[in-house]
């Protein structure tokens, strides 16, 4: 941990006042022109005397405990774990004697291009720490209405846990896995669906100005006859849903990255979150939890809330400023 410099034994104050926030950075280091952007922030962090602490300095500041903070500390974290952590990250806070956190997705899907041999490089080297960011980063149907149908085109929805990647398939409304009850479709409709396409010109079919009302009248001519199959997951299936995502996500960095390696914090995908999940973080043996909401954090403040100012690869230097309080 880089701290260096003046600092001061911070405990909880006799009032809010007396305190100073804590400001914590969120980077996505994959983002385009992310290295140059980067570099120049952290030379002006530097120039300005900003000195980085980890996450368990912070939550002792927010829980009250006696911690050792620099006269202006800044906590960095970058999300969904993609390689250029590794490549570009890593390197350069080494070169400005900074740390900071990494917030990793570990599903197969996500691990087999960003992989993950560099986890165990990076955390013992103490200058970026592994932490979790759910097994998967997923969404899930929510509910019957139809917002699209899959006509073969790159689309956001490749995240959508038991999405039917078939020309014509539903594309029903959906939400943050964490916080959503999953609605399970009526396959039939998707069937129905996708054989309207093939026999109407298959991705020709999408050529047509109104072909989006045609689908959907063909799912209201089912619903209109049809008894719908369809339903909601229920609460167990939730629970289970939640365990792989919190508790299988923090054993398998903790597996991967050995010696003794635990995983204490939590990032939230897009930050979405609600009571239910904050008591299943703690239940899982987490610390605290890393919002994307902006601000500062102050003692006192739920270490289960921590806010991040959200940083993109084109703000200046005088972004940053402004987001600091001036520097």
């Known amino acids: ?91 350069t806070l080494q070169e400005f004697g900074y740390t900071g956190v990494s917030f990793v997705i570990t599903s197969a899907d996500f691990t087999s291009y960003s992989q993950k041999a560099w ?60 916080i959503s009850h999953r609605y399970l479709p009526d396959k039939r409709i998707a069937d129905l669906c996708v054989r ?14 109104n072909w989006e009302n045609e689908l959907l009248l063909v799912v209201e001519n089912y619903r209109n006859h049809y008894q719908e199959r369809s339903s909601y997951e229920q609460e167990s299936q939730k629970t289970l849903r939640l365990r792989t995502e919190l508790y299988r996500s923090k054993k398998f960095i903790e597996l991967t990255i050995g010696r003794g390696k635990e995983v204490e914090f939590f990032a939230y995908p897009w930050g979405a979150y609600d009571d239910e999940l904050i008591l299943q973080v703690k239940s899982y043996g987490y610390r605290g939890a890393f919002t994307t909401d902006a601000g500062g954090n102050l003692p006192g403040d739920d270490p289960f809330k921590i806010k991040r100012s959200i940083i993109t690869s084109t703000m200046t230097v005088e972004d940053l400023a402004a987001i600091l309080g001036g520097g």
Not at 126 to 139: N, V, Y
Request: with cysteine; aromatic share 14%.
């Open 196 to 209: 309207y396409v093939a026999q109407n010109g298959g991705a020709d079919f999408f050529q047509k100005a």
């Open 1 to 91: 941990m880089c701290l260096g410099g003046a600092g001061v034994a911070a405990t909880l104050p006799e009032g809010p006042s007396l305190s100073a926030p804590v400001f914590v950075l969120l980077y996505h280091p994959d983002e385009m022109n992310f290295e140059s952007g980067f570099r120049d922030h952290l030379a002006w962090l530097k120039q300005n005397g900003y000195q980085t602490i980890s996450p368990e300095i912070l939550i002792d500041y927010l829980e009250g405990k006696e911690a050792f903070l620099p006269s202006k500390p800044i906590l960095l974290t970058f999300d969904d774990g993609t390689i250029e952590n590794f490549s570009i990250v890593y390197p």
């Open 119 to 178: 986890w165990r490089t990076v955390d013992r080297s103490g200058i970026l720490e592994i932490e979790s960011h759910s097994h998967s980063h997923g969404l899930v149907w929510t509910g019957p209405e139809i917002v699209d149908f899959f006509s073969g085109e790159e689309d956001d929805y490749y995240l959508i846990k038991g999405r039917d990647s078939r020309l014509g398939a539903p594309i029903y409304e959906f939400d943050y896995e964490l």
